[in-house]
């Protein structure tokens, strides 16, 4: 039984290596037909047929008439504009990340709202910074971060009911779990222009966050500044929230926003 599953996976596995292979194809020769993919992958022409028309289905490719070559389809742009919007958040925002971590001595991050997470783009250390975590490339639950709710407090009612409808997991002793204790935080967050997250991503860690905007006005990013308990105290937060503010600013007008 185990090795029927194992052989299902390793299929599984081979057939997405062989549409990744497919792509590359297309983006090296801009175009190709059934009889020199099948070449390319090893496979008969059958079996890179039904692969192409997979993709095609997708729109990652299309097809030049009824019997024309193939090439990457318009669907592709989905994948490249994330990626673009995410190496520009992380271009842009790198330069702010560092003066800023280095004004507060803290750990100062940029994320993106992903699906159900926030994503991670950009980060920078201030000198006081004690953990030596990369979140990098990471996703974290948005009911849990000072980043996620300032993402989730930006999203759309229906992006923003399906989260608090989901599996609200526990992190840590403090996390909010209850969605009429998180729409509340959520309408305080929209209202006052930041997060707060006090150890409930994690024992000992403090977070704070606000909103980036983009240039028709709406969130796109949240940076944030977190550390541990005993120096970013709930006493700092005013002080923090307006060093952030100006970090938003900057980092905001760079990508379209109104000053």
């Known amino acids: 039984m185990s090795n029927n599953g194992e052989g299902r996976d390793g299929a599984l596995v081979q057939s997405v290596d062989r549409a990744i292979a497919v792509l590359e194809l297309l983006a090296r020769n801009g175009e190709a037909g059934i009889t020199e993919i099948a070449a390319e992958l090893g496979v008969h022409k059958s079996s890179a047929s039904r692969l192409v028309y997979t993709l095609r289905a997708r729109d990652l490719v299309e097809q030049n008439g009824e019997r ?96 608090l409808g989901g599996d609200l997991e526990a992190c840590a002793p403090r996390t909010i779990t209850d969605p009429v204790r998180l729409r509340e935080e959520l309408r305080r967050t929209a209202t006052d222009g930041y997060a707060t997250c006090f150890e409930e991503l994690e024992p000992g860690l403090h977070a704070v966050a606000v909103p980036v905007f983009g240039a028709h006005g709406d969130v796109v990013a949240a940076i944030s500044a977190a550390g541990p308990a005993y120096r970013l105290s709930q006493k700092r937060v005013p002080e923090v929230v307006e060093e952030l503010r100006a970090a938003s600013r900057d980092l905001s007008t760079r990508l379209g926003h109104p000053a």
């Open 68 to 163: 024309g070559p193939f090439r990457i389809g318009l669907g592709m742009l989905r994948f490249a504009g994330a990626v673009t919007g995410q190496l520009d958040y992380a271009r842009l925002g790198g330069p702010v990340c560092s003066a800023l971590a280095d004004q507060l001595g803290e750990t100062v991050n940029i994320a993106v709202l992903d699906g159900d997470n926030a994503l991670n783009v950009s980060q920078a250390r201030g000198s006081s910074a004690v953990a030596a975590q990369n979140w990098v490339g990471q996703r974290t639950p948005l009911h849990a971060t000072s980043s996620g709710k300032v993402l989730l407090a930006g999203a759309s009612g229906a992006d923003r009911e399906r989260v």
